[in-house]
Nanobody, 116 residues
Framework: EVNLAESGGGLQQTGGSLRLSCAASGFTFDDYAIGWFRQAPGKEREGLSFMGSSDGGIAYANSVKGRFTISRDNAKNTVYLQMNSLKPEDTAVYYC?????????WGQGTQVTVSS
């Protein structure tokens, strides 16, 4: 059974840090490109960061560039999102996603709340 499980969300103050984890199972994790997204209430889902499978190419949205860092540990089938210098506008549900060709999987999300 395919599963992506996010963890590490919670309440943090402005300027603080959180590290999100996304544990994958049920598919060949190494083959998949991975991404982090978020969705705030009343807003569309926003792509934050992406990492390729083979070349490990990385991209960030302008809104998080310089503050967030994506990484993956293929030995642990886990992807991470280190979030620093958090702002109230970072408050959202954060999702991880894995994609390979036409196959795409999503986690259930983890809530991140940043207080001002």
């Amino acid at each position: 059974e395919v599963n992506l499980a996010e963890s590490g969300g919670g309440l943090q103050q402005t300027g603080g840090s959180l590290r999100l984890s996304c544990a994958a199972s049920g598919f060949t994790f190494d083959d998949y490109a991975i991404g982090w997204f978020r969705q705030a209430p009343g807003k569309e889902r926003e792509g934050l960061s992406f990492m390729g499978s083979s070349d490990g190419g990385i991209a960030y949205a302008n809104s998080v560039k310089g503050r967030f860092t994506i990484s993956r540990d293929n030995a642990k089938n886990t992807v991470y999102l280190q979030m620093n210098s958090l702002k109230p506008e970072d408050t959202a549900v954060y999702y991880c996603s894995a994609r390979w060709g036409s196959f795409e999987y999503w986690g259930q999300g983890t809530q991140v709340t940043v207080s001002s």
